[in-house]
């Protein structure tokens, strides 16, 4: 595989953050590099991350992507992706959103863990993981994207920061102890009417699975999660399309409940 010029993945990087800071998408980037070279992706997810650092955004967790089988067979994958949340995107359960705050924004239902203690051991064990998780939100993700039409294949979205958008976190804070995540059934609905369900099994079999995975790939990457960081574990349900003056709830079972209120166009 043709190694990618830093220039050319600076050129790339500047274009995603244009069309970010201009609320103007872009076309997908994957036909300038190999389809399967996730290395150029994240490292043109790593420029754009280190300029908002630069500017004072502090970063606050990670976010993980397409932990969904059927989302991974769609894309041609094996593994999901993972983003950078920053302070900035985190919400509060019922805080009011303005529609255009997320370009071409959907959203998903999702268990966070928040950790008490730093993972940085050379291989974390699923009991690691445990002992390191302080409490679990309920949460609802609203994913955008800079790409045009939300024509994506893995490296657009892995560029593009995993389609970060924004989080609402919910207010109900629960131990591990009193939960079983693979099972945690999950209802969300909007206006009275139901549009996404689903379950824990949904997210590489368990949140707790996909948020494993993403330990150990950050200690492979010398960036170990930390204590106090939020992780987004995956959807547990399909993704939703946001409408102005969108109203959706969230109920996760053990977890309770979540809310994200959408504004007009401005």
Request: glycine residues 8%; aromatic residues 4%.
């Amino acid at each position: 595989m043709m190694k990618v010029s830093q220039d050319k993945l600076e050129k790339l990087a500047d274009k995603i953050a244009f069309a970010e800071k201009n609320k103007q998408e872009c076309e997908p980037i994957r036909s300038q590099f190999a389809e399967n070279d996730l290395e150029s992706a994240y490292a043109i997810q790593t420029i754009n991350i280190a300029r908002e650092k630069s500017k004072g955004r502090v970063a606050v967790g990670k976010k993980i992507g397409l932990t969904s089988k059927a989302v991974q067979k769609q894309l041609g994958v094996d593994q999901p992706d993972f983003g950078t949340l920053f302070a900035d995107m985190v919400l509060s359960d019922g805080e009011e959103i303005p529609y255009d705050r997320v370009m071409q924004p959907k959203v998903e239902a999702e268990v966070a863990l928040v950790l008490a203690s730093d993972l940085n051991m050379q291989l974390p064990t699923i009991a690691d993981l445990i002992s390191a998780t302080d409490y679990v939100l309920p949460a609802i993700e609203i994913v955008g994207s800079r790409i045009k039409d939300w024509d994506i294949k893995i490296t657009d979205t892995i560029a593009d920061n995993a389609s970060c958008g924004l989080v609402v976190l919910g207010t109900t804070p629960k131990k591990l102890a009193e939960l079983d995540l693979r099972l945690c059934g999950m209802v969300m609905e909007s206006k009275g009417e139901q549009v996404s369900v689903g379950a824990g099994v949904a997210c590489l079999g368990s949140p707790l699975n996909a948020a494993l995975w993403l330990a150990r790939k950050m200690v492979e990457l010398g960036q170990p999660l930390r204590a106090g960081d939020i992780l987004l574990t995956g959807a547990l349900g399909p993704m939703v399309n946001v409408q102005p003056n969108d109203r959706f709830e969230a109920r996760i079972s053990g977890l309770g409940a979540v809310r994200a209120n959408f504004g007009g166009v401005s």
